[in-house]
């Protein structure tokens, strides 16, 4: 191996929200924190953070280029549901300014950050690991570390290097197009500014769904789907066509793998840990990740400091405990959300028609603005249950 050796306590891989998060809080505590990043990767996203995500990780107002303040769920049938926002708002980030603040915080607060693009760990007699790594011009380097916090994707190299028995999450294949938006085009019947649109139609997905989320000036128009040779560039395509948002100027696109499900281990009890997409934190259904992520970052970087402040690698485990504990209720929830009502136009239709309920509206948007499952209100929950069973058996009507 030639090129520079580097040493550091904490080596972050990855500088997407989880890797940036948990960098970030562990520079902030004045740990020694390197984190790697590649250069110009942007993940295919809808951008969408809850209120809870601003309040808990001081995200500024300035990135925040669109307040949401309803959906559309648009059925088989082309049949639109409005759910609005009662008291608050969705708030929309463009992923390409929004990762790349959060890096450029860390930093601020102490990371050290390298561009360069992971090879492979191995394992020192005294309880480190290099890290090898190929920084920008290509030249091969080591970074020696103490602990090494793997966030670097739903195909995680640092899982599959330090953690080869462990089975990556199941993933659905997202793409999406950033398109420019005329503001003349706004607020119209197939787009509006503050609103963003969900498509659960089989030409479009045959097992997820597509989107169009406004970004202020710019648009995401995308699509996911885990059925191979399915085309998501052509669904996207038409979703355009059918929006009136084919002839609006490119300014980029992206595909990636979207993990469905959090994974059975997310460290090797020795001084790795995965955490984000790397360790399954999107969530089914919704397919929702930049809460996930950061929150999963912060539990990683707790669990990270208080293994290193014992001396106990057990204390890795944390992390995961943790994020089930507060999150693991609403991922199953949505993961039989996403079995039942995913599986074919029929069910797809008979879901868009249960969210003209107000009860659903009213628990839906209250569980997703702050990440938590409504507790107070039993009937309301009773009544959604025997309505979801009366359109799941076919017993009501479409």
């Known amino acids: 191996m030639t090129g520079q050796i580097e040493r550091t306590s904490i080596l972050v891989v990855g500088g997407g929200p989880a890797g940036a998060t948990a960098a970030n809080d562990l520079a ?85 950050r390298v561009t360069g693009t992971f090879d492979g760990i191995t394992r020192n007699a005294d309880g480190t690991v290099d890290v090898s790594y190929k920084d920008s011009g290509g030249q091969s380097r080591t970074i020696t570390a103490s602990m090494v916090i793997g966030a670097d994707g739903a195909k995680s190299k640092v899982l599959k290097t330090a953690m080869p028995k462990v089975k990556p999450a199941p993933y659905v294949f997202a793409y ?121 970052g912060r539990m990683g970087a707790e669990a990270v400091e208080l293994a290193l402040q014992t001396g106990d690698a057990k204390h890795l485990a944390s992390a995961r405990k943790a994020f089930l504990k507060e999150h693991g209720k609403v991922f199953w929830v949505l993961g039989i959300l996403q079995y039942f009502w995913y599986g074919g136009d029929r069910r797809r239709e008979r879901f868009v028609k249960i969210c003209e309920d107000k009860d659903v509206q009213r628990l839906t948007w209250e569980s997703y603005m702050h990440k938590r499952l409504v507790k107070r209100e039993p009937m309301a929950h009773v009544r959604v249950f025997f309505k979801d069973m009366g359109h799941l058996l076919g017993l009501a009507r479409t």
Not at 75 to 87: C, L
Not at 242 to 247: A, E, I, P
Not at 265 to 277: H, P, T
């Open 28 to 112: 902030s505590r004045g740990h020694d924190v390197v984190l790697l990043d590649r250069a110009g990767r942007i993940k295919p996203c809808g951008g969408a953070i809850p209120p809870r995500a601003i309040e808990d990780f001081d995200i500024p107002a300035e990135q925040i280029c669109a307040r949401i303040r309803s959906a559309r769920m648009i059925a088989p049938s082309d049949k639109g549901v409005d759910m609005p926002i009662e008291n608050g708002f969705v708030g929309m980030v463009d992923r390409e300014h929004f990762d790349e603040w959060l890096r450029v915080r860390a930093t601020k607060n102490g990371a050290t």
């Open 176 to 296: 999406h197009e950033i398109v420019d938006v005329p503001e003349a085009i706004n607020d119209n019947a197939a787009y509006m500014a503050n609103r963003c649109d969900v498509y659960y139609q089989g030409k479009l997905s045959p097992d997820f769904y597509a989107w169009v989320f406004p970004h202020g000036k710019t648009a995401s128009i995308g699509v996911g789907s885990a059925k191979k040779g399915f085309s998501l560039r052509g669904a996207v395509a038409d979703l355009r066509r059918n929006t009136g948002l084919d002839d609006m100027p490119l300014v980029r696109h992206e595909g990636a793998p979207i993990p469905m499900k959090p994974i059975k281990r997310w460290d090797d009890g020795k001084n790795v840990i995965v955490i984000g997409d790397a360790a399954g934190c999107v969530a089914p259904a919704s397919g929702e990740g930049i809460y996930y992520a950061m929150a999963c």
